[in-house]
């Protein structure tokens, strides 16, 4: 269904999106990327829902719609303004 070119896309992104998940918060730096990562992998996790939808059953899109609820927490709760100053 799907081209072999089209999935090493996809993996790879699948692979840039986790790292810009971890990194950014890891290393402390250029962390306005974890939301931004979360965001772009919500997106594939809608084209997997749908890939998945098409090819079997509901219960088991279930899965990747749970991931794509979860990064859209992580993209909610890491967004710039949910940051506080610190408090002095």
Same mark, same amino acid.
């Given at each position: 269904? @799907?081209? %072999? /070119?089209?999935?090493?896309? +996809? /993996? #790879? *992104?699948? %692979?840039?999106?986790?790292? /810009?998940? +971890? &990194?950014?918060?890891?290393?402390?730096?250029?962390?306005? &990327?974890?939301? &931004?990562?979360?965001? *772009?992998? #919500?997106? +594939?996790?809608? /084209?997997?829902?749908? +890939? =998945? @939808?098409? =090819?079997? =059953?509901?219960?088991?899109?279930?899965?990747?719609? %749970? #991931?794509? @609820?979860?990064? &859209?927490?992580? !993209?909610?709760?890491?967004?710039? !303004?949910?940051? =506080?100053? !610190? !408090? %002095?």
């Amino acid at each position: 269904m @799907l081209s %072999a /070119g089209f999935l090493r896309f +996809i /993996g #790879v *992104c699948e %692979a840039l999106g986790a790292l /810009g998940l +971890i &990194l950014p918060g890891l290393l402390h730096i250029q962390e306005w &990327l974890t939301p &931004l990562a979360a965001v *772009c992998l #919500v997106g +594939i996790m809608i /084209g997997a829902v749908t +890939i =998945t @939808l098409m =090819t079997a =059953t509901a219960a088991i899109a279930a899965i990747p719609f %749970a #991931v794509g @609820l979860l990064l &859209l927490l992580v !993209a909610y709760q890491r967004r710039p !303004a949910a940051r =506080t100053p !610190a !408090a %002095a």
